[in-house]
């Protein structure tokens, strides 16, 4: 898997090259030096996957390519938000949960904002993104970007098949949270969640998370 990684990243590294957000960023004033990542994994195939929409970049820091596959224990990363989906991800996938999963973005080229992206990025990436997929073969995609799912459904890169609809108070209005489970390309599993840092109140998350994964207990 290592060497298969590997010689993707370097499909990656050539098509960067024509990225559209490459170009935006070296026409920065100064020039930006944003690059790209493949994915942070622990080299373990049939685990869950969590990708969002793509890597980040922080103002005025200079991020190099992600040049080496090597095996990384995903508790030891820097999650930020997502360290707060711990909680649901254990009583799901098992107590050994981050010492398996693997993390990535349908993205692979880093922006300041998600705005910066274009489609002609998107289709860069889109193949390499299934043949990670294929590499990995995930048990599930994780998804917890409302940006990707909508994506995902207009380009039919996946077919959300259950769709629980929950309402809730937000002050004074009505509003209401979707959350789905469907397949990604015929080729694995996927889930659409709230990102962690999504307003929405807690028991509205238990019920989404309890929506996507029946067979478990969540709130409890």
Not at 7 to 33: M, Y
Not at 61 to 70: R, S
Not at 165 to 188: K, L
Request: aromatic letters at 10%.
């Amino acid at each position: 898997m290592k060497d298969e990684l590997q010689a993707l990243l370097e499909k990656l590294a050539t098509a960067f090259q024509d990225a559209p957000i490459k170009r935006f960023a070296e026409a920065q004033v100064p020039s930006k030096t944003w690059n790209y990542s493949l994915v942070t994994t622990t080299l373990e195939r049939g685990q869950p996957l969590i990708v969002g929409f793509n890597w980040g970049a922080a103002q005025g820091e200079h991020h190099p390519p992600q040049q080496v596959i090597a095996k990384n224990d995903y508790s030891e990363q820097d999650r930020a938000s997502l360290a707060r989906l711990d909680v649901y991800c254990r009583k799901i996938f098992g107590p050994a949960f981050l010492s398996q999963v693997s993390q990535t973005n349908y993205c692979f080229f880093r922006s300041e904002t998600q705005a910066q992206i274009s489609d002609d990025d998107l289709k860069l990436c889109q193949p390499i993104f299934d043949e990670l997929l294929s590499i990995l073969a995930p048990s599930m995609v994780l998804c917890f970007s409302a940006s990707l799912r909508d994506h995902l459904i207009e380009k039919k890169r996946a077919v959300f098949d259950r769709r629980t609809t929950i309402a809730y108070r937000s002050g004074n209005r009505n509003m209401t949270y979707e959350a789905m489970r469907g397949r990604y390309n015929d080729q694995c599993a996927i889930v659409s969640l709230p990102h962690p840092n999504a307003k929405i109140p807690g028991e509205v998350r238990d019920r989404a998370w309890q929506a996507c994964f029946p067979e478990h207990l969540i709130a409890a």
